[in-house]
């Protein structure tokens, strides 16, 4: 399995990004997948994840209502779509592949990672 994000950038702050995370291997479409974030400083954090088929969602508080995740299983793709962006939410973010089908919030829960792509917010 090899997870590529794409997307991130320099924004201001209230403005908009789409992460993409793409699997090249094409393994992935049957896992659960999540977004992680880390910022300078901090320790790795819960984002966001969808399971296999997309039914089942979960986000961390301070992203809901403005964080939406969705996959393309047919091009083996998850989005991340950040809109209302805030200066807190600067980070690294991480694509992960979830050991099963289904979500959840511990890192160790899953398996293969991308190697992240820089979100920077600007006030």
């Known amino acids: 399995v090899q997870l590529v994000e794409s997307g991130g950038g320099l924004v201001q702050a209230g403005d908009s990004l789409r992460l993409s995370c793409t699997d090249s291997k094409r393994t992935f479409s049957n896992n659960g997948v999540g977004w992680f974030r880390q910022a300078p400083g901090k320790e790795r954090e819960f984002v966001a994840a969808?399971?296999?088929?997309?039914?089942?969602?979960r986000y961390t508080d301070s992203v809901k209502g403005r964080f939406t995740i969705s996959r393309d299983r047919a091009k083996n793709t998850v989005f991340l779509q950040m809109n209302s962006l805030k200066v807190d939410d600067t980070a690294v973010y991480y694509c992960a592949s979830h050991r099963s089908s289904y979500i959840s919030t511990g890192s160790h829960d899953y398996r293969y990672w991308g190697q992240g792509t820089q979100v920077t917010v600007s006030s």
């Open positions: 969808i399971s296999w088929n997309g039914a089942l969602t």
